[in-house]
C-alpha cells in the first residue's frame, strides 16, 4: 500500500503543477469528488484534466476540488442541477436518486469481471441508455470509474458458504437494491453510516460489512474484523456526470473532446483501480486477515428475486440485457 500511495502520490501531483504558463482556456470546468489525492478517484480526473488539455489545444481546462471540499456526493449532485458545478464523480447509488434507470448498475453480479465492466462501457448501446435516461434528468453521463469489486468482511467467524451469512448483522450502503441483496443472501442488511463502520464493527452494531480491498486496508477495518470472505457480489460502478445544460451549450468539438478524455479517463481509472486491489489484497494477507472463499453460485441464484424487482422499465431492461450481452 505504501508503494501504491507514493505512486498514486507523485502522479497526483505531476498533475497538478505545470512546468511552464499555459495559455487562457476558452472553457474551464469545475470538477469535484470525495476522495484524496492519493485515490484512484483522484488520478482519474488528473488524467480527465490532462487529455482534455491535449485535445483542445490548452482550450479546455478542468480544476478538481478533491476530498469532498464541495460537500459530499448528493450536495454535489445538486450543484451540477444547479450550474454551480460542471463536473463530478458519483457512486451510481447516489445518482439513482435523480436517475433511477442507473439502479441497474447495482445490481449483484452484473459483471463477470473488470475486464466485462471494460467491455461493457464501451459498448454503444450501454453509452446510448445511459444518455436516454440522464439526459432528461440533468446529467450528461461522462465516463464510468469503479470502485472496486465487493466481499464480506467479519468480526465473529470465517465464512465459507452463503448460509454463513444467516442472520449476521450486514453492513450495506443505504440501497434498495443492496438492502434486497444482502437480505436474499439471508443476512440482516443494516445501512448504517459509513463514517460509523469501524466503531459500529468494534462495538458489535454490526457484524460485519461489504467493502473492496481498497477500503477494507486503507481505513483499518481489518483491526475490528479480521476475516475477508472473497465473493465478488458487486463491482461498484461510479459514474462521472457533467451538467446537461452545460454540456449543450459548449462547441461540438469541445463536446467531442470532453467525450474522448472521459473515456480515456474511465480506462485509466478502473485500470489503476485494478492493480491497486491486488497491491492491497497483498497487504491484508501481510498483516494477517483470515481470508476465505465463498461459492458465488447460490449468491447468483438468490439473486435473480433482486433482478425482478428493481429491473422494470424499458430502459433498465435494455440496460441490462445491453450489459449481459457485452463480452
Not at 502520490?9 to 470538477?31: E, N, W
Not at 466503531?199 to 460489512?209: E, F, I, K, P
Request: include cysteine; glycine fraction near 6%.
Amino acid at each position: 500500500m505504501k508503494k501504491f500511495l507514493m505512486i498514486a502520490t507523485i502522479g497526483a501531483l505531476l498533475g497538478c503543477f505545470v512546468a511552464t504558463p499555459a495559455p487562457a482556456a476558452d472553457v474551464t470546468l469545475k470538477a469535484g469528488h470525495n476522495n484524496t489525492v492519493t485515490m484512484p478517484y483522484h488520478l482519474g480526473m488528473v488524467r480527465f484534466k490532462e487529455r482534455l488539455a491535449a485535445l483542445t489545444n490548452n482550450k479546455g481546462e478542468i480544476k478538481i476540488y478533491p476530498n469532498a471540499q464541495l460537500g459530499d456526493e448528493l450536495a454535489m449532485l445538486k450543484q451540477v442541477l444547479t450550474d454551480t458545478l460542471d463536473i463530478m464523480v458519483t457512486a451510481g447509488s447516489t445518482l439513482t436518486r435523480y436517475v433511477p434507470d442507473v439502479q441497474v448498475f447495482t445490481l449483484p453480479f452484473l459483471f463477470d469481471s473488470p475486464a466485462h465492466l471494460d467491455a461493457a462501457v464501451r459498448n454503444p448501446q450501454v453509452s446510448a441508455a445511459l444518455s436516454k435516461s440522464a439526459g432528461p434528468k440533468g446529467f450528461r453521463v461522462i465516463s464510468l470509474f469503479t470502485a472496486g469489486v465487493r466481499h464480506v468482511l467479519n468480526s465473529k467467524k470465517p465464512l465459507f458458504a452463503m448460509s454463513d451469512l444467516k442472520g449476521m448483522k450486514i453492513r450495506v450502503m443505504p440501497n434498495p437494491v443492496h438492502v434486497a441483496a444482502f437480505r436474499a443472501f439471508g443476512a440482516n442488511p443494516t445501512p448504517i453510516d459509513y463514517g460509523e463502520l469501524y466503531g459500529s464493527l468494534q462495538t458489535g452494531v454490526v457484524d460485519g460489512a461489504e467493502a473492496a480491498n481498497s477500503n477494507y486496508y486503507g481505513k483499518k477495518f481489518y483491526e475490528v474484523a479480521g476475516y475477508w470472505a472473497q465473493v465478488g457480489w458487486l463491482n461498484i460502478v461510479a459514474p462521472v456526470v457533467m451538467s446537461e445544460k452545460k454540456f449543450q451549450s459548449l462547441s461540438k468539438s469541445m463536446q467531442d473532446a470532453i467525450l474522448e478524455a472521459g473515456i480515456e479517463a474511465g480506462e485509466y481509472q478502473r485500470q489503476l483501480y485494478t492493480q491497486a486491489d491486488v497491491v492491497n489484497f497483498q497487504n491484508l494477507l501481510e498483516a494477517g486477515v483470515k481470508v476465505t472463499y465463498m461459492d458465488p453460485t447460490p449468491f447468483r441464484a438468490a439473486s435473480k428475486k433482486v433482478y425482478d424487482k428493481f429491473v422494470k422499465t424499458d430502459t433498465q431492461k435494455a440496460l441490462l440485457a445491453a450489459i449481459k450481452a457485452t463480452k
